[in-house]
């Protein structure tokens, strides 16, 4: 009985603490200025100023229907990178961003017709239904002439919470994290794309 009781209080203490170290490592939002498109660190409870907007406090996922352009926030982020990558000499641009799920289908059509069949196809395109361009929330950056640019994204994208996601497609790049946060290993390609 003794030791069931030391055991709680044991349990009690460690929750405690458990609890002051989570509450001490909030997640800090990444505010961008509209104008100047720098960042400020705010804590999630003060939020962002008028003037600023937020990068969000974790990963985009997709919204509950179909949207019709890429993902406000994940352009934020975009916005907030490019502006850091050109202070550096580097230049990033969007190439290919929100598709709708025909425009997706016929691309999957065209790599099946390219690549022989659907699985090899996947590898490069992914179907409608699997892809997440049709949901806005992935964008293809600098593809096919500067990879260069795309590896400066590459190495410095998770401070602006995005991440290259597939082994294969240097140019690929979604919002899976918070900003700040550490991408996840890559995927080796688009048939491995979580939903
Ligand atoms: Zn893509």
Same mark, same amino acid.
């Given at each position: ?36 498109? &720098?960042? $400020?660190? /705010?804590? +999630?409870? %003060? ?9 969000? !406090?974790? @990963?985009?996922?997709?919204? &509950?229907? $179909?949207? /019709?352009? +890429?993902? %406000? ?9 490019? !502006?850091? @990558? ?24 065209? @790599?099946?017709?390219?690549?022989g069949s659907k699985n090899e196809a996947s590898k490069w395109v992914a179907p409608p239904l699997i892809s997440h361009h ?62």
């Amino acid at each position: 009985m003794r030791k069931t009781r030391v055991f709680i209080a044991f349990l009690l203490v460690f929750s405690l603490f458990n609890e002051v170290s989570h509450a001490s490592d909030t997640i800090p939002l990444q505010c961008m200025n509209k104008k100047t498109k &720098l960042l $400020r660190i /705010s804590n +999630v409870i %003060k939020g962002c100023e008028k003037t600023e907007v937020s990068l969000g !406090a974790g @990963a985009i996922s997709r919204s &509950l229907i $179909r949207p /019709s352009d +890429v993902d %406000k926030q994940l352009m934020y982020r975009f916005q907030a990178a490019q !502006a850091a @990558a050109k202070k550096e000499g580097e230049t990033i641009y969007i190439v290919s961003g929100f598709r709708t799920l025909s425009r997706q289908q016929t691309l999957f059509n065209q @790599a099946v017709r390219k690549y022989g069949s659907k699985n090899e196809a996947s590898k490069w395109v992914a179907p409608p239904l699997i892809s997440h361009h049709p949901w806005g929330i992935a964008i293809d950056v600098n593809y096919p002439d500067e990879p260069v640019g795309a590896g400066w994204l590459e190495i410095h994208g998770s401070k602006f919470g995005l991440c290259r996601v597939f082994e294969n497609e240097w140019w690929h790049f979604e919002p899976v994290i918070a900003p700040g946060w550490k991408c996840p290993p890559l995927v080796p390609d688009a048939r491995y794309s979580k939903d």
